[in-house]
């Protein structure tokens, strides 16, 4: 008993612990922790001083372009800084600035998230003192310094109203252009309001010429614009068709100062000839969509081809209205419509209508024409029309 006692008391194994207390000697976790904070925090002002200058800039750029060659806006001049856009120039009329605006605001394009709207902020300068041309197009403070220079203005007939904005050469002109806008006045024209700005430089030698004749032709006219703008006159006018021809051929003189740019005559009855009939065929068989979306109807082609070539002997510019009932959110809605009404309108531009000519529109809800409240109504509301840019838009 005892030997086996000792043999098992021989087989026991002790197990011991043993502990070791750190020295201490070790890097403490502040400030080494905070290195891979720290490299993180670099790498993103790497990717904000880079990416979003090169990358995100160039997106918004792109996008404001192309509206502003979409729309036809030549006189328009973008500038950008991050998702923000400053456009500058004189438009035609007021409207037009802002419809500018608006579709800039409204453009999307393709990101890494989807389709989105690049500009977070769209602001304008309007006006002959703004700049049009920007550093980007290589052009220094001096060449900008001269284009401030050039005289120039825009006078706008609408309603009983003739506003003559611009800058003008001197004190002389000013008054003559006011006297010429009084004189012989028709009877329709109740108030002439004289915003002009004499610079004081010396009048070149034609430009008074071509500021008379932009008032006196929109004298003749019902409505519209008349403009003077980098060397160049347009004109805009609506009026009874037997007036179009004279007004045309006033217009369309050569010059002493500057070219003769775009003219355009609508006649008042061509006008509503072509609004009607445009009316008569979306009414008859409307554009029709996939819902909740911008997709066309393949059955709709026949409908877009006849729809082309009515819009295509139609005067002026035309602007493609979409239109929806209330049913969802406003936004999303006014959303919805402008992108329709751009489907439509990209779908005339395959037709052969000349991109120049066409804009397009949403207006969401905001122009009933039924009533949201039944089914019949809103199936009425959403629509898509055509209408012919008056010549005072």
């Avoid at 602007?319 to 969802?328: A, I, K, L, Q």
Wanted: hydrophobic share 40%; with cysteine; aromatic share 4%.
């Amino acid at each position: 008993m005892n030997q086996e006692t000792e043999a098992r008391k021989e087989t026991v194994t002790h197990r011991v612990r043993r502990f070791r207390v750190a020295s201490g000697d070790g890097l403490p976790f502040l400030p080494y922790g905070l290195l891979p904070v720290l490299g993180l925090l670099l790498l993103t002002l790497i990717a904000w001083s880079t990416f979003a200058p090169h990358s995100v800039e160039r997106v918004v750029r792109r996008a404001a372009e192309q509206v502003v060659a979409d729309a036809g806006a030549d006189w328009a001049s973008i500038s950008v800084s991050g998702q923000w856009v400053k456009v500058t120039g004189m438009p035609p009329t007021p409207e037009a600035g802002e419809r500018l605006l608006n579709d800039i605001r409204r453009a999307r394009a393709p990101t890494w998230l989807g389709q989105a709207r690049p500009a977070t902020r769209v602001t304008g300068s309007f006006g002959p003192e703004s700049v049009r041309p920007n550093q980007a197009n290589g052009e220094t403070d001096g060449t900008l310094s001269a284009k401030r220079d050039q005289p120039e203005f825009l006078f706008r007939l609408s309603g009983p109203k003739l506003t003559l904005d611009g800058r003008v050469p001197d004190i002389a002109t000013r008054d003559a252009v006011f006297q010429a806008a009084n004189t012989n006045r028709p009877v329709r024209i109740e108030e002439v309001q004289n915003n002009l700005e004499a610079i004081g430089i010396p009048s070149p030698p034609g430009f008074r010429d071509a500021a008379l004749r932009g008032v006196e032709t929109l004298k003749l006219c019902d409505i519209g614009t008349a403009s003077f703008s980098s060397l160049q006159f347009d004109l805009r006018c609506e009026l009874p068709a037997a007036e179009a021809d004279r007004v045309r051929e006033i217009a369309s003189a050569s010059l002493k100062y500057g070219t003769v740019g775009d003219i355009q005559i609508l006649a008042r009855e061509v006008v509503e000839t072509c609004e009607e009939e445009l009316t008569r065929l979306l009414d008859a068989s409307r554009i029709e969509f996939d819902p909740g979306s911008d997709r066309i109807a393949n059955s709709k082609a026949a409908l877009l081809d006849l729809t082309a070539r009515a819009a295509a002997d139609c005067p002026g510019t035309l602007r493609v209205e979409g239109h929806t009932d209330n049913t969802g959110g406003a936004a999303i809605n006014e959303d919805l419509s402008r992108r329709r009404a751009e489907a439509v309108r990209a779908a005339l531009i395959q037709r052969g209508v000349a991109p120049s000519r066409l804009i397009a529109t949403g207006y969401g809800p905001a122009r009933p024409i039924g009533d949201n409240a039944t089914e019949e109504g809103r199936a009425l509301n959403r629509r898509i029309e055509i209408r012919i840019v008056g010549a005072d838009e």
